[in-house]
Antibody, heavy 121, light 107 residues
Framework: QLQLVESGGGVVQPGGSLRLSCGASGFSFRNYAMHWVRQAPGKGLEWLAF????????YYVDSVKGRFTISRDNAKNTLFLQMTSLRAEDTALYYCAKDKTFRIKGYIDSWGQGTLVTVSA | DIQMTQTPSSLSASVGDRVTITCQAS??????LSWYQQKPGKAPKLLIYDASDLGTGAPSRFSGGGSGTHFTFTISSLQPEDIATYYCHQYDNLPFSFGQGTKVEIK
């Protein structure tokens, strides 16, 4: 059974850093592109970042470009999101999501349960 | 960047009603559009992909249509368990983007 389990969330001060992880199981992780999506409290979904199956290409929404880095370790079936220079507006539930394919024009077909990041002094 | 305008932001309908949500893309996205259902406190769930294909396990009362810039999502007969927020999502051009969401309630 496919599972995506996020971890690493918590409370961090403005300007601080945090590294989120997403452990994948139940599918061949190395064959699929992956995404990070976030949801601020009471708000809608915001797509953040994408990484191809082999880690060869990464893409970001402008609001996190230069501050967040998506990466993956296919040997450990794990997706990461390194977040730096955190701001109050980064407070959100962060979801790891699996793409249907390895290519860019694929849709998200599975989601984790999310990990909460709170940026506050 | 492609903007997705989803309407309405909320709606209230009776059990058994036909419900339609629209999503307008700021540029042509062919049929690279999916729809998700999110219940309170839960992760989103895929309902429709490639604009009109039903996701695995999604009930047949859900359907999608459209292409280019105008898309629709329809619940043919609203059920109590359909109370949720629904989002469209374009995956044609990076950065990908979601609509603002439509909250569906029972009248």
């Amino acid at each position: 059974q496919l599972q995506l389990v996020e971890s690493g969330g918590g409370v961090v001060q403005p300007g601080g850093s945090l590294r989120l992880s997403c452990g994948a199981s139940g599918f061949s992780f190395r064959n699929y592109a992956m995404h990070w999506v976030r949801q601020a409290p009471g708000k809608g979904l915001e797509w953040l970042a994408f990484i191809r199956h082999d880690g060869s290409h990464e893409y970001y929404v402008d609001s996190v470009k230069g501050r967040f880095t998506i990466s993956r370790d296919n040997a450990k079936n794990t997706l990461f999101l390194q977040m730096t220079s955190l701001r109050a507006e980064d407070t959100a539930l962060y979801y790891c999501a699996k793409d249907k394919t390895f290519r860019i024009k694929g849709y998200i077909d599975s989601w984790g349960q999310g990990t909460l990041v709170t940026v506050s002094a | 960047d492609i903007q997705m305008t989803q309407t309405p932001s909320s709606l209230s309908a009776s059990v058994g009603d036909r419900v339609t949500i629209t999503c307008q893309a700021s540029q042509d996205i062919t049929n690279y559009l999916s729809w998700y259902q999110q219940k309170p406190g839960k992760a989103p769930k895929l309902l429709i992909y490639d604009a009109s294909d039903l996701g695995t396990g999604a009930p047949s009362r859900f359907s999608g249509g459209g292409s280019g810039t105008h898309f629709t999502f329809t619940i043919s007969s609203l059920q109590p368990e359909d109370i949720a927020t629904y989002y469209c999502h374009q995956y044609d051009n990076l950065p990908f983007s979601f609509g603002q969401g439509t909250k569906v309630e029972i009248k």
